[in-house]
């Protein structure tokens, strides 16, 4: 029979070591008395297996632990990293982008051979309660500060956290992720925090949803679904108030102060402690602008769409519309994190008056539709076939909730104006009287009535002179067009112009002084055909929307008012060279959106509280003549202009400069692009400069898809350059 002895290499060293114990122990008892042998051995082996289970013992309490604390350890540094893969999918969901994350939610304890190893162990993954975060104090430009205007906004978000169950750690940790802060919790305090609240001028806030309760030993995936994606940023400023952001937090108070010690845009730090939450409060310094992102992450949820929270008009209010055309307009609704909001219903109300055009969206041909991917939706407004005279009208967009009700509109102004902007009515002022001749409008309700009275022209040797002195004066219709071979003078506190103005003479001059009042001249003809200035001058507003102002001569061209111009449409226009073309708000905005702005001089375009060129052409194309755009105070929007110089092209604003799809070039010398404390930002713009291209922000350049050329390689000054 064959016996089959089991190798010494399968057995433990342990169970090797008695083996060998044994038998020693009993070669040397055969050296006793014969009757004491069995006796012997029995005992040896018995005092061995003592030792062994001893030593087991001892091996248990003392080894083991440490063994598993060491495999805890080292689970904890799996799920630090995990959870930090689950922070870039948040970071991509901010983006726009779907993903799923896995944490290893449970940890293993080794199989070891006479020892005895815990189960699996478990981890806990959850969502906190809502709590609530704030933003007050916060002022954006454009379109959004109808919604960012200053007053608090309101927004719930959570937490995620993460708590394995160690048996044989010290201090049991927490990994918890709060949408601008992450860390691993202990007992004693914080470690590896990382926040993302304020990063210079930039503030990024980010809420986390989700209903996520469980306890598993398993390895744990879920989504993390954008449910408003924070693809842009807005921006603001203060209006006198600091803008202050509040977040629920269970980070210390001295964690947060490290993390935000190194920001000089953060003024001041508060913290409170609550029973389920603590709240940071940051001040941001006063006097800047910033860029907001606000985006909202859902984990393992659906994704529910955010419901819409106001409603913007992108493209079409201020609108010039002749009888039977159509106009386009453009509306886009945001949710509470100023993101697009797809899928909205949005639906156009009639117009005011009993000529007012007919207005459809532009799919379905109905009042109502739905935005588009983007948030936005178009519409067609189409006015009448004929206006008697001049017709403003207007016309709603409204936004509805998933309920129907109402939630925010916007309304786009039309005039519909007989002839259209290319053969315009002349002199847009809505209803005026008409008494056949000038007169001063006493009271400014603009009708000859009561203490109304003529005013006659007073100039000598062919000058023609309208002065109502203290009165405003109005030139209507009926006096049709005021042609001279010398000087024209239209002067009082306001004027009202109707007609049009035109000097023939070699050395005649048009003088059109409003004084301290405003100045309203749309549609309007002013043209000096080889005469000396033309002065436009108010002390409060100048409107000359769909107006032409056309210097012939060699000589200066200058539009000034302490108040807002409107250039809207406007043909402004230097035919002769080295003069000068200059439209000047100094307390005011400049607006000439589509307008045709050329001069062959130096042209220069200032306002004091911001310019808008939307759509706008302009050239300056002789002899080196500069193009200046300038704001003191505020930006500048430069989206769809084409402006094209033979000389610099400096454009410089206090605020933000956009250039969407601008067309800007220097065919001889330089561009210079500068926000002195805000953004230059804007996709697809083409600027180019035969020598040099500079473009200056004090927080970001975005030219995303633009072409930026000069002769060597353009020079770009921001702190955040993407291009």
């Known amino acids: 029979m064959t016996h089959n002895t089991p190798n010494q290499h399968t057995q433990s060293p342990l169970r090797h070591v008695l083996r060998g114990f044994v038998a020693g122990e009993a070669r040397r008892g055969s050296h006793l008395r014969g009757d004491r042998r069995g006796a012997s051995a029995i005992l040896g082996t018995m005092l061995a297996f003592a030792l062994v289970v001893s030593l087991v013992a001892m091996v248990q309490v003392s080894a083991v632990p440490a063994w598993n604390q060491q495999t805890e350890f080292e689970h904890l540094t799996a799920a630090e990293t995990d959870f930090a893969a689950f922070d870039e999918s948040v970071a991509k969901a901010v983006d726009g982008r779907q993903t799923r994350a896995t944490l290893d939610a449970g940890v293993d304890y080794p199989t070891r051979a006479l020892f005895v190893s815990p189960a699996a162990g478990s981890g806990s993954l959850r969502t906190t309660d809502p709590a609530t975060a704030r933003i007050s104090g916060a002022v954006a430009t454009g379109e959004t500060g109808t919604y960012w205007d200053g007053s608090e906004h309101a927004f719930d978000t959570q937490q995620f956290v993460y708590r394995p169950d160690y048996r044989y750690l010290q201090s049991e940790p927490s990994l918890v992720h709060e949408g601008t802060a992450q860390y691993t919790a202990y007992g004693g305090g914080e470690v590896g925090a990382t926040q993302s609240l304020v990063d210079g001028t930039k503030v990024s806030l980010v809420f986390l949803e989700g209903d996520i309760d469980t306890a598993t ?105 002749p009888p039977g055309a159509t106009h386009r307009a453009v509306v886009e609704v945001r949710d509470a994190q100023n993101n697009p909001v797809p899928n909205a219903v949005v639906k156009a109300s009639p117009g005011l008056t009993a000529e007012s055009g007919r207005i459809v969206a532009r799919d379905t041909g109905t009042i109502s539709t739905v935005t588009d991917g983007d948030g936005r939706a178009t519409f067609v407004y189409t006015a009448t076939s004929s206006v008697d005279g001049v017709v403003s009208d207007e016309f709603d967009v409204v936004v509805e909730d998933s309920a129907g009700a109402n939630v925010d509109r916007v309304t786009f102004d039309v005039q519909l104006r007989e002839g259209g902007v290319t053969d315009p009515l002349r002199g847009l002022v809505a209803a005026i009287g008409d008494p056949g001749f000038v007169y001063a409008d006493v009271d400014g309700n603009g009708e000859f009535d009561g203490a109304d009275y003529r005013v006659n022209n007073t100039g000598t040797g062919g000058d023609i002179v309208y002065d109502a002195g203290s009165d405003r004066l109005v030139v209507p219709p009926s006096v049709r067009t005021i042609v001279s071979d010398e000087d024209i003078t239209l002067a009082g506190d306001g004027v009202s112009l109707h007609v049009d103005v035109v000097a023939t003479g070699s050395n005649s001059r048009i003088d059109i002084d409003a004084g301290s009042g405003s100045l309203a001249a749309v549609g309007v003809s002013v043209t000096s055909v080889s005469g000396k200035n033309i002065d436009v001058t108010a002390g409060d507003e100048i409107d000359l929307s769909g107006a032409s102002v056309t210097q012939g001569s060699n000589a200066d061209l200058t539009i000034e008012a302490g108040g807002d111009i409107d250039l809207d449409n406007a043909g402004v226009t230097l035919t002769q060279d080295r003069n000068l073309l200059s439209v000047t708000s100094t307390n005011g905005f400049v607006s000439a959106r589509s307008a045709d702005i050329s001069g062959k001089g130096d042209v220069r375009i200032d306002g004091a509280d911001g310019v808008d060129l939307a759509g706008a052409g302009l050239s300056g194309v002789k002899d080196n003549a500069d193009l200046e755009i300038d704001s003191a105070r505020g930006g500048v929007n430069l989206n769809g202009v084409v402006m094209l110089g033979d000389g610099d092209i400096l454009v410089d604003a206090e605020g933000n400069i956009f250039v969407v799809g601008a067309n800007i070039a220097s065919a001889k010398t330089d561009v210079e692009i500068t926000s002195d404390s805000g953004m230059v930002s804007g996709r697809e713009a083409a600027i180019s400069a035969e020598d040099d291209v500079v473009i200056t922000a004090a927080t970001r350049i975005y030219l995303p898809d633009s072409a930026i050329e000069d002769e060597d390689s353009p020079e770009l000054n921001a702190p955040d350059v993407e291009v």
């Open 217 to 321: 030993g398993e390895a744990a995936t879920f989504s993390v679904v954008p449910l408003s994606a924070g693809t842009d940023y807005i921006t603001v400023t203060d209006a006198g108030t600091p803008i202050t952001i509040s977040v629920p937090t269970r980070l210390s108070e001295d964690a947060w102060r490290d993390l935000l010690a190194d920001e000089p845009n953060v003024r001041s730090i508060a913290y409170a402690t609550g029973a389920d939450y603590n709240t940071l409060t940051v001040e941001l310094a006063p006097g800047k602008t910033y860029d907001l992102r606000l985006s909202r992450v859902g984990i393992d949820t659906p994704g529910a769409l955010q419901e819409p929270a106001y409603i913007v008009d992108v493209a079409g209010d201020n609108a010039v519309v």
